[in-house]
């Protein structure tokens, strides 16, 4: 579903990648070059996830902005 997503125009702009728990380097080992080409956001599995939280709430109002 992932590359599907990724893929197809009408996802385009509605797609938001998060990796919850994993590292970029990790990802990309087990993901390939769609991890290293993608503006991900890196969110912990348990401490520290507000960061994360703000950068999810910003790129889904720049979804709906382009919507």
């Not at 009408?10 to 970029?24: A, C, H, K, S, T």
């Not at 956001?41 to 979804?63: F, N, R, V």
């Amino acid at each position: 579903m992932f590359s599907f997503s990724l893929c197809n125009i009408q996802f385009e702009y509605r797609v938001i990648p998060v990796l919850i728990g994993v590292e970029r380097s990790v990802a990309a080992e087990n993901f390939g070059w769609i991890i290293r080409n993608l503006d991900l956001i890196i969110m912990p599995a348990w401490d520290g996830q507000e960061k994360s939280l703000e950068q999810i709430t910003h790129a889904l109002q720049a979804l709906e902005a382009v919507a």
